[in-house]
């Protein structure tokens, strides 16, 4: 590198940290223990090194990270949908957050056999608890080699949560839900999940939070375990959201993780796993719907440092008015993780001439006995494909909702539980219907 481009982005850190300085200045870190206090304040000496991100970072090209890292949140409108929520048909343990903080009088008793479920401020009063060799611990990891500054800010900040551990096989999913009361609300949310050798949770999401909200979730699954993990993102239509997944995985465990994202202005979802243990699985997959004033960007990274391992990652974006679709995804496997499986596919249908969708998919690899393969294509709907089941007597909308139903099937099918990818099947099907052309 030249020494004029080697000022200028001297330069340029510089500014940025220095903005970073600004935008924490009189920050006060939520109060607790020692071993979480010391957790923030690890937390908060990171992000002042790295900064906040910018427009000029690699991994926030596509995606303008202004509005979610202003001191405070744009306002939201409260949306009120006609339809049920979510999930409501399934039976589950319901741990409720309005704005960002916990709702006992809407939670069901924080109990079920074979897991412990605390909420993070509890915890995080306790001199001991096992949360500590977690809690901002796989976040840190994450940041190797790609720095996310809003997950470390997330753990510098975040007052509630819950903490989570499964000892045995969970008898029904634990359901998180976020409800959003107030057009300021900016939320900040921690969850930490360990999953004990042999163990089994289903964890389902559900909800638009907060006008803004941040939220981050590690997971360790154990040699043996599983985790299922199926999300449906709220319909608010301006709402703004930065979430995060860091999962570790141990020997002959399985990770999977299914988004549901329909509307919202500004939407990114980071997931980083990493490979610790041989023959593990861990699938992650994506379906969207955005429509006009719509920005919905998946970043994943996927290490695998560990032999025999399989990596799936499938995204599938329906765009239409003018909505922008992100993927940004990536493969990394290291010196002798022999036997690798990875497989990426993104993939985006507009419906119309004015969206757009941005993709960057990434292998890196160091082993050379390896099955790894990534793909991304763009197009429109199927104009044969379209014909046909006109020339059949299907109408025009029915025809283009089932296509576009057919093309979102391969993300959707990812959901192990069939109650769960019906659900979410239904989902899609309302919005395709709400949202059909006059």
């Not at 979480?36 to 000029?56: H, K, N, S, V």
């Not at 997950?151 to 029904?172: C, H, M, Q």
């Not at 990493?274 to 994506?286: I, L, P």
């Not at 941005?358 to 099955?371: F, G, M, Q, T």
């Amino acid at each position: 590198m030249s020494a004029p481009a080697q000022s200028r982005r001297a330069q340029l850190k510089e500014a940025k940290l220095s903005a970073t300085a600004e935008r924490l200045e009189g920050v006060a870190l939520p109060a607790g223990g020692a071993w979480i206090t010391a957790a923030r304040e690890d937390a908060l000496a990171r992000l002042r090194q790295m900064g906040l991100p910018g427009r000029r970072d690699e991994y926030w090209k596509y995606t303008r990270p202004d509005t979610l890292t202003q001191a405070e949140a744009p306002k939201a409108g409260v949306f009120d949908p006609e339809e049920t929520p979510v999930f409501d048909g399934i039976d589950r343990v319901k741990i409720v957050f309005v704005d960002g903080v916990f709702s006992a009088d809407e939670s069901d008793p924080l109990e079920l056999a074979g897991v412990e479920v605390e909420r993070l401020a509890e915890a995080g009063a306790a001199d001991i608890h096992w949360g500590k060799e977690l809690y901002g611990v796989l976040e840190a990891r994450g940041q190797n080699p790609v720095e996310r500054p809003l997950a470390t800010l997330n753990t510098a900040l975040a007052s509630d949560g819950v903490l989570i551990r499964v000892t045995g096989r969970a008898e029904k999913p634990v359901s998180l839900i976020y409800r959003h009361g107030s057009d300021s609300s900016d939320a900040v949310l921690h969850h930490v999940i360990k999953l004990e050798p042999g163990a089994d949770l289903t964890l389902l999401e559900n909800g638009p939070a907060a006008a803004r909200f941040n939220k981050v979730l590690e997971v360790d699954v154990a040699d043996g375990a599983g985790f299922h993990h199926v999300r449906a993102q709220g319909r608010d239509h301006e709402r703004r959201a930065a979430t995060h997944i860091f999962a570790r995985l141990g020997k002959e465990s399985t990770f999977k993780s299914f988004t549901l994202t329909v509307n919202g202005v500004l939407t990114r979802n980071e997931c980083v796993v990493e490979f610790t243990g041989d023959e593990a699985v861990a699938h992650v997959a994506g379906a969207c719907l955005g429509d006009g004033a719509f920005h919905h960007d998946d970043t994943v990274f996927v290490t695998h440092d560990a032999e025999a391992c399989e990596s799936r990652q499938v995204f599938k974006k329906v765009l239409r008015n003018g909505a922008t679709g992100v993927f940004q995804g990536k493969i990394l496997v290291q010196p002798g993780a022999q036997k690798t499986d990875g497989y990426q596919k993104s993939q985006s249908l507009l419906l119309d001439e004015d969206s757009q969708f941005l993709a960057k998919p990434e292998l890196e690899i160091y082993a050379d006995d390896v099955a790894c393969s990534h793909g991304s294509t763009s197009g429109a709907i199927d104009e044969e494909a379209l014909f046909y089941l006109r020339s059949r007597g299907v109408p025009t909308n029915d025809a283009t909702d089932l296509l576009t139903l057919a093309f979102l099937a391969e993300a959707v099918d990812e959901i192990e539980d069939p109650r769960l990818a019906e659900e979410i099947v239904g989902r899609l099907e309302g919005w395709l219907k709400r949202h059909r052309r006059g």
